[in-house]
């Protein structure tokens, strides 16, 4: 058994919405994503998280680029350190990656296909449809009040 899951994040880890903008966001996102025509709806989670949370992309992770020297980051050191902060989340993004010894933010890796990291998601469970068009995202920003991404996450 596995899932899909589409998640909407805003582009600065750190930003968090007002419930209101929360909730105008989650109901677009059911707009956008309505299931199926047997009118089985997917499920829409909205969450705030206390500290920076990881939004990867599962089973579709297929590569880390740095973006000081252009090499491939072993996907097992990512997998090592979200392991290591998977109950207090991160309190900062800063980490010395180890190709060249760069000091970066994890949120700056080149990650294939995108991963995240947020203090708010909406998450779009076995969404039945494929990435939101950059209309749609637009259309989500201005609703949420922050220009957003997304990740598609396989688990
Ligand atoms: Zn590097």
């Known amino acids: 058994m596995s899932d ?3 998640s909407i994040i805003p582009t600065d880890p750190q930003w968090q919405p007002g419930r209101a903008a929360a909730e105008r966001t989650a109901a677009l996102a059911a707009d956008l994503a309505p299931g199926l025509s047997d009118g089985v709806k997917v ?3 909205v969450a705030w998280y206390d500290t920076l949370t990881p939004v990867d992309c599962g089973d ?3 590569r880390i ?3 000081h020297c252009g090499a491939s980051i072993d996907t097992e050191w990512y997998a090592d350190l979200l392991e290591s902060h998977c109950e207090d989340g991160f ?3 800063v980490v010395e990656v180890p190709c060249c010894g760069t000091d970066t933010s994890l949120d700056a890796l080149d990650y294939d296909w995108p991963c ?3 203090r708010f998601e909406i998450a779009i469970w076995n ?3 494929g990435w939101f068009a950059a209309e749609d995202l637009v259309t989500f920003g201005d609703t949420l009040g922050h220009s957003v991404k997304q990740i598609r996450a396989h688990i």
């Open 116 to 118: 995240g990291f947020a």
């Open 127 to 129: 969404p039945e449809r």
């Open 60 to 62: 579709n992770l297929e």
């Open 43 to 45: 499920e829409i989670d």
């Open 4 to 6: 899909d899951v589409l």
């Open 91 to 93: 309190a900062t993004l």
């Open 65 to 67: 680029g740095c973006p």
